[in-house]
Nanobody, 130 residues
Framework: QTQLVESGGGLVQPGDSLRLSCVAS????????IAWFRQAPGKEREEVSC????????YYTDSVKGRFTISRDNAKNMVYLQMNSLKLEDTAVYYC???????????????????????WGQGTQVTVSS
């Protein structure tokens, strides 16, 4: 059974940095992508970033471009989200999710559709407050 566990959230001030981690386990499929989503109180869950574990190609939503960096460690089945220059509006619960494919995944102009993510983590809270 596929499991994802996020960690690294916390309470920070505007301008600070955090690094979130997501570790995936319980599967033996080769081709997959991991995405980060976030959900703020009273808002819909939104896509933040995603990365192909095949080739490292990635995508970022406009609001985090230049501030967030997604990276991967295939040997550990881990994905990281380095978040710099955090803003008040980055406050949310951050979730990682995995999409498996029968073929290699390359991420070009967008992440795989949300409906394709079959497993989700429990989330980690990020609070940016002055």
């Amino acid at each position: 059974q596929t499991q994802l566990v996020e960690s690294g959230g916390g309470l920070v001030q505007p301008g600070d940095s955090l690094r979130l981690s997501c570790v995936a386990s319980g599967f033996n499929l080769v081709h997959y992508a991991i995405a980060w989503f976030r959900q703020a109180p009273g808002k819909e869950r939104e896509e933040v970033s995603c990365v192909s574990m095949d080739d490292g190609s990635a995508y970022y939503t406009d609001s985090v471009k230049g501030r967030f960096t997604i990276s991967r460690d295939n040997a550990k089945n881990m994905v990281y989200l380095q978040m710099n220059s955090l803003k008040l509006e980055d406050t949310a619960v951050y979730y990682c999710a995995v999409h498996f494919s029968r073929r290699p995944i390359t991420i070009a102009t967008m992440c795989p559709p949300r409906k394709l993510y079959g497993s989700w983590g429990q989330g980690t809270q990020v609070t940016v407050s002055s």
